[in-house]
């Protein structure tokens, strides 16, 4: 069960504990899961001193879904939603009041997809809390020289941080990679309705090991905005970014910038 899914149900104890602690504080009110699996952690945040007055878990998979239903029948704290996140989520925050958090064990095919979703939520939550591949998590808390889209993404709204790692024994059926929990604190009004800058990373990390010039001059070219290279190289100076650099050797602020630069001149 669950493979077809990606699911691998956590059966460490003490892992289970340190991810339950780390979701559950005095002023959370509201939380939702993401394939909550057999409902181990729902139970324990539960039964948590700090636990939320609200638990929404979103189950895909029509048999895990009855079982959890069945399991925390009569438990008002607990609503269990049939269906795919990505699809949901906008709908189901409609509905929260106060601060909330989001956390769960995501799989590997749609965390990219997952982050842009909550990126693009009306509310977005006060924190995530994601087990994800050990890949995954080191890409999320990346600076430069090491940027990379996810990163560059992840950090115009929210603080990546990589809380510990998980190996693969700690998993049934085991995965074939280790895994990472991570955390992103996700700051109110950062980031909030800035178009121009996703577009700026799309741009730039496209081919992530052509120069920022290359990117640039592709992006342009895509969007009939025919320059010649040695001027966007001036506009470039003009905003202290070295042409001949790749997009992973630059900051958030860089790319800010640059987004700046390529709204004026695609207008």
Request: glycine letters at 8%; hydrophobic letters at 40%; aromatic letters at 8%.
């Amino acid at each position: 069960m669950g493979k077809r899914l990606g699911q691998h149900f956590l059966r460490d104890a003490h892992i289970r504990k340190k991810i339950v602690d780390s979701v559950c504080s005095e002023n959370i009110k509201t939380l939702i899961e993401i394939g909550p699996g057999h409902g181990e952690l729902t139970g324990l945040i539960l039964n948590h001193p700090k636990g939320p007055k609200r638990i929404i878990i979103i189950e895909k998979d029509a048999r895990l879904f009855t079982f959890l239903r069945k399991k925390f029948e009569g438990n008002g704290s607990i609503e269990v939603v049939h269906g795919n996140a990505l699809s949901l989520l906008p709908e189901i925050i409609n509905s929260i009041k106060g601060i909330y958090g989001i956390f769960g064990n995501i799989p590997y095919y749609i965390t990219g997809h997952l982050f842009r979703v909550i990126e693009e939520l009306k509310k977005r939550p006060d924190f995530l809390v994601f087990m994800v591949q050990k890949e995954v998590a080191l890409r999320a808390v990346s600076l430069p020289p090491k940027m990379n889209m996810l990163s560059a993404t992840l950090r115009l709204w929210g603080n990546p941080e990589i809380l510990f790692f998980v190996p693969k024994g700690k998993f049934s059926p085991p995965p074939k990679v280790d895994s990472a929990v991570i955390r992103v604190g996700v700051e109110k009004g950062r980031g909030e309705k800035d178009p121009h800058y996703f577009s700026a990373t799309r741009a730039l990390f496209e081919q992530p090991r052509k120069t920022i010039l290359n990117n640039l001059f592709v992006f342009l070219e895509r969007n009939g905005i025919f320059l010649k290279k040695d001027e966007i190289s001036k506009s470039l100076a003009l905003i202290e970014i070295n042409p001949k650099k790749r997009p992973q050797d630059i900051s958030v602020s860089s790319i800010k910038k640059i987004a700046q630069m390529l709204y004026n001149l695609t207008q």
